[in-house]
């Protein structure tokens, strides 16, 4: 039996951000923990425009080509990480265009969060996102990760070094994804995995 898919959507596309260092140190924890095949999926290299389908979503009648390879992208993945960071205590604008852009592809997935700032760590992001990922039938996973003052973190070849405080929640939160994942794909259906 194949391994659930684990797709890490990097929601920062800012020059200089720390959101690609902290997803890559969450693939090598998610990679190491050993129960997904692991992808990155950078928003910036993505680099959807605002929202320019004419139809709704649910509909997938998707007329732009940037549309269909998100969705062929989303529709793979059978959980999600969203590693954000907190913009005026909300998660940023690029992300709720990619979320909002399609519907069904999302469908009965578990989403964790991988959050990071100064001293609220992201976590305002986090509760407001978790309303939209419900909205769109995921399941937000209590289980989560917060890095604040994630700059104190990141090393000067701009890698993130965790503490264990880090590691033990990523591993926590990888825990119930594997759990969740698979009982959900029952309920996607016969192609659900």
Not at 95 to 110: C, F, I
């Amino acid at each position: 039996m194949s391994k659930p898919i684990l797709q890490i959507i990097v929601a920062s596309t800012r020059p200089g951000r720390v959101g690609l260092p902290v997803a890559e140190w969450f693939r090598d924890r998610a990679v190491a923990y050993g129960a997904f095949e692991v992808e990155i999926v950078d928003l910036a290299e993505v680099d959807l425009p605002f929202m320019n389908e004419p139809h709704h979503p649910r509909l997938r009648q998707y007329v732009h080509q940037h549309t269909k390879e998100w969705s062929t992208t989303v529709e793979r993945a059978d959980a999600y990480v969203f590693v954000t960071p907190e913009y005026n205590h909300s998660f940023n604008a690029v992300l709720k265009n990619a979320l909002d852009y399609l519907h069904g592809e999302w469908q009965y997935k578990p989403a964790g969060f991988v959050s990071y700032g100064g001293v609220s760590a992201g976590t305002r992001a986090v509760q407001m996102l978790k309303q939209v990922v419900s909205g769109l039938k995921m399941l937000p996973v209590v289980e989560a990760v917060t890095i604040p003052f994630v700059r104190e973190f990141v090393d000067e070849d701009g890698r993130v070094r965790p503490n264990d405080v880090m590691n033990q929640a990523a591993d926590a939160m990888l825990a119930e994804i594997a759990r969740t994942a698979p009982a959900l794909g029952h309920l996607r259906g016969p192609e659900g995995r």
